[in-house]
């Protein structure tokens, strides 16, 4: 596609309900970025995939949190017992090579937990 | 660990007018980048400008400049002739060595007609 693309747009779950969120990249693009955004903050790095290998996963709040890029296409951001604190805008971001390379960004899910 | 500090939370200017966003990081790497994205209420970040460290000379994309002080490590936006459109959350973003951005809290600026 043309950009990047994130699905759902929007997703409700229960407390405790496990959830995906999808991140289609701009095709050709190495390197994939997963950011979460609270309400009145700026985005927070989660995860980065240099083609299907997490290079840098230091962001990811603790074990309920995976993501996975099998194809080092499409990735896969997974939450597991969801809490109402995980209520956030989850960004993903691709660039062709990572480093100083424009990140796009595509719109987001927001993500309520209730 | 770097960090990002953006210390208007809110700004105002008038149609046409030009307004000046702050931001001032703070880092130990000497060689990394700067940049300003756009947030509108789509939630898509838009790139606005970038900043390499090592270029002195400040960069300028039409409407859009920043001032660059890296001794005071300091990383400003100015909009001029500003319009509607400019009406959105701004962000200041610092990329170095790491390969992930941080990014400061943001300014919400208003454009008033």
């Known amino acids: 596609g043309a950009g990047v693309s994130q699905t759902p747009s929007n997703k409700v779950t229960e407390k405790g309900k496990y959830v995906e969120l999808r991140c289609d990249p701009i095709?050709?693009?190495?390197?994939l970025y997963w950011y979460r955004q609270s309400l009145g903050q700026g985005p927070e790095f989660l995860i980065y995939?240099?083609?299907?290998?997490?290079?840098?996963d230091s962001g990811l709040p603790n074990d309920r949190f995976f993501a996975v890029r099998p194809e080092g296409s499409v990735s896969t951001l997974k939450i597991q017992r969801t809490e109402r604190g995980d209520s956030a805008v989850y960004l993903c971001?691709?660039?062709?090579?990572?480093?100083?390379?424009?990140?796009?960004f595509g719109q987001g899910t927001r993500l309520t937990v209730v | 660990a770097q960090t990002v500090t953006q210390s208007q939370p809110e700004m105002s200017v008038q149609e046409a007018e030009t307004v000046t966003l702050s931001c001032t990081y703070d880092?130990?790497?000497?060689?990394?980048?700067l940049f300003w994205y756009k947030q509108p209420p789509s939630r898509q970040m838009i790139l606005v400008i970038r900043?390499?460290?090592?270029?002195?000379q400040n960069a300028t994309e039409n409407r859009f400049s920043v001032n660059f002080q890296k001794a005071a490590k300091s990383f400003s936006l100015k909009i001029s002739d500003s319009q509607l459109g400019d009406t959105a959350m701004y962000f200041c973003?610092?990329?170095?060595?790491?390969?992930?951005?941080?990014f400061g809290t943001g300014t919400l600026l208003a454009v008033q007609p």
């Open positions: 971001a691709s660039s062709p090579q990572g480093g100083d390379t424009e990140a796009f």
């Open positions: 095709s050709g693009h190495t390197a």
């Open positions: 995939f240099q083609g299907t290998g997490a290079a840098d």
């Open positions: 880092t130990s790497e000497s060689n990394y980048y």
């Open positions: 900043q390499e460290a090592y270029k002195q």
């Open positions: 973003a610092f990329g170095g060595a790491t390969n992930k951005l941080i």
